[in-house]
């Protein structure tokens, strides 16, 4: 039987180039998204069009009932899960604390945070040992972010990842007796529409000059990570914050 991956957020970027190498390492797939289902459908025909398995779901893992729903359809299509690819995330325009309403800080709390949590506690539910489940593991997408601040972009985004970090390191201690590893992948500036969403399409043009490697990364090269993470390959990594950055 093939192991079973969610990836959140994998109509496009990371989410995405995560499910197409998932798919080539044999994983049968779960892809959620918010939106764009054109680009989660198109996605999924592809990945059966080289013999993969995969279904798309669309929820808003910010929101409690739609999470529940897409685990609900996870097992009735698949019955089990062995991976959870916490990728899902968001950040809004770039700008100063001054300017920041509550009404935004809620969102991106909402959906890098509390999203992040209700998706791991749906998974940590089906994979612990402890309720009846085979083990596995999960991997969070922080961010470079939460050890850089983001000053005068996006402090509150910086600040939801720092939040991921420390569920991190507390959930990886909290279940690891349960056969369950629990890691983050910390991405530097990575080429996606992410920065588009900031109003800075060109962002990794500007902050480039800033990375020691000399350029942005490649969502690929940040799949590369979260897959290795997720094998067992990394049977011995847990609780690990592990930075995809060219060394900025
Ligand atoms: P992206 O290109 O903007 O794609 C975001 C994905 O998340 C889309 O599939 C989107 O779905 C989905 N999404 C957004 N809000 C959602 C919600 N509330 N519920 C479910 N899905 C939602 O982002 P990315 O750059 O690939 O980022 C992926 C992850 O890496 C994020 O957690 C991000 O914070 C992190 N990261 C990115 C970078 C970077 O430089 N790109 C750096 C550090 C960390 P729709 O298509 O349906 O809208």
Redesign the pocket.
Known sequence: MSKVMLI??????????TARLASRRGYALCL??????D??NQLVAEIRAHGGQAIAV??????EA?VLRLFETLDREYGHLDVLV??????ERQMRLEDMDGARLSRVL???VV?SFLCAREAVKRMSTRHGGQGGAIVN?????ARLGAPGEYID?AAA?GAIDSMTIGLAKEVASDGIRVNA?????????????GGEPN??ERVKASVPIGR??Y?DE?AEAILWLASEQASYTSGALLDVSGAR
């Open positions: 959140t957020g994998a109509s496009r970027g990371i989410g995405a180039a959620n998204y918010r939106q764009q289902a680009a989660a669309a929820a808003d893992v910010a929101d739609q916490n990728n899902a995330g968001m950040l909402a959906v890098n999203g997408l922080s961010s470079v972010a985004y990842k992948v910390r991405p530097g500036i990575i080429h996606t529409e992410i920065h588009a969403s962002r990794v942005g990364g969502p940040v």
